[in-house]
Each structure stands twice: as structure tokens, then as C-alpha cells.
């Protein structure tokens, strides 16, 4: 069955989407594997300033497309009447997957010296989870970025993981629609 036009467009653009990155980040990387470990700031609707510890595991495909997995924990600090029987110190934990699109680049490069900067990785993920909090479950799904630094090192660099996670949790009121934000600073070891 032919597609229509339409379809046809969106084919394309997705196909054209996919392709730019390899047309001109020239010599791509070769598979590695990222462990990384560190601090999560999470802040939220219903949930206040959390400080989570955080592991995750990322598979760089190439220098583009990695797909990864992360695992915070730690103890929910919320307000007292917060509607939805979340004590405060409940324990947190947030499980979730992600698809990565990246854009390497190098920091303080000029155009005297183009190769003289420091190698970064920008990336876009999406993805989603479950978060566990108290007696409470409820899936996520999230969009978010971050920033990759190379080190001296080849096998270590610093990383920096902005999540906006989206998600409903039951209250005395229904469902409530919570948008957080979660701030990763970790140590990532490359394999």
C-alpha cells in the first residue's frame, strides 16, 4: 500500500533527521559503555528538595545515538498535608530508561586553533520509568538534556542531567498532574 504524501514527508524528514549527525560529525567513536555515579537534586510539585543518590548505565551506539538507564534513591521531603498520604523521609526511588540523540562539540575552541577545546558531549533524551515513593507508584515519562566533559582522562568525564518528569499520582482529590525537575552532577567512567 503506497503511502500518502503526507506519510511520505514525515518518512523523509525522520530519515533526513537521523542522517544529518553522521553527514557531518565526520569520524564517529566506537562503542563504549558509560557507568556513571553521583548526586540528584530533585524539586517538584508535590515533592520538595530531595538530594537522591544516582547510578546509570549508557550505551554509546556512536557518537549520536546511546540509549542508557538510571536509578536514583533516597528519602522524600514534602509538606505535611500534601494530599496524597506522603510522610515526610518516605522513601524515594526513581527507575527510568532513555533514548539519547547527541551533538559532540568542543568547549573554548577558536578559530585559530579549531581542535585546541575541550571534547563535550551535548545531548537531548527522552524517556521514561517508574517513580516509587512512600506506599505510592506511578509511571513517568520525561524530556531533558545535559552535558557531557571529557577529562585529560579518556576514561573519565563529568556529566550534568537536566530531567523535566511528568507524571500523575493519586491524592484526597483524584489525580493530580506533577511536573519536577531532577539535577544529576555525576562522575561517568568509559569503557
Not at 553521583?38 to 544516582?54: E, I, K, P, Q, V
Not at 507524571?167 to 519536577?180: C, P, Q, R, V
Amino acid at each position: 500500500m503506497p503511502l500518502d504524501s503526507a506519510k511520505q514527508w514525515r518518512v523523509k524528514t525522520l530519515i533526513l533527521f537521523c542522517l544529518i549527525p553522521w553527514i557531518f560529525c565526520g569520524e564517529l567513536k566506537a562503542k563504549t559503555l558509560e557507568l556513571s555515579t553521583g548526586a540528584n537534586f530533585y524539586t517538584g510539585d508535590l515533592l520538595r528538595s530531595s538530594t537522591l543518590g544516582n547510578a546509570s548505565i549508557t550505551y554509546h551506539f556512536n557518537d549520536i545515538f546511546w540509549i542508557g538507564s538510571d536509578f536514583s534513591a533516597g528519602s522524600a521531603h514534602t509538606d505535611r498535608d500534601n494530599g496524597a498520604g506522603i510522610l515526610a523521609d518516605d522513601a524515594l526511588y526513581i527507575l527510568g530508561g532513555a533514548l539519547y540523540w547527541n551533538l559532540p562539540a568542543l568547549l573554548d575552541a577558536t578559530i585559530e586553533l579549531p581542535r585546541s577545546g575541550i571534547s563535550a558531549d551535548f545531548y537531548t533524551a527522552i524517556g521514561g520509568g517508574n517513580l516509587w515513593v512512600g506506599r505510592l507508584s506511578t509511571p513517568f515519562g520525561f524530556i531533558g538534556g545535559g552535558l557531557n566533559i571529557d577529562t585529560p582522562l579518556k576514561w573519565l568525564s563529568i556529566k550534568f542531567d537536566l530531567k523535566n518528569i511528568f507524571y500523575a499520582l493519586e491524592n484526597t482529590k483524584g489525580k493530580s498532574f506533577n511536573s519536577d525537575l531532577g539535577l544529576s552532577i555525576d562522575t561517568s567512567f568509559n569503557f
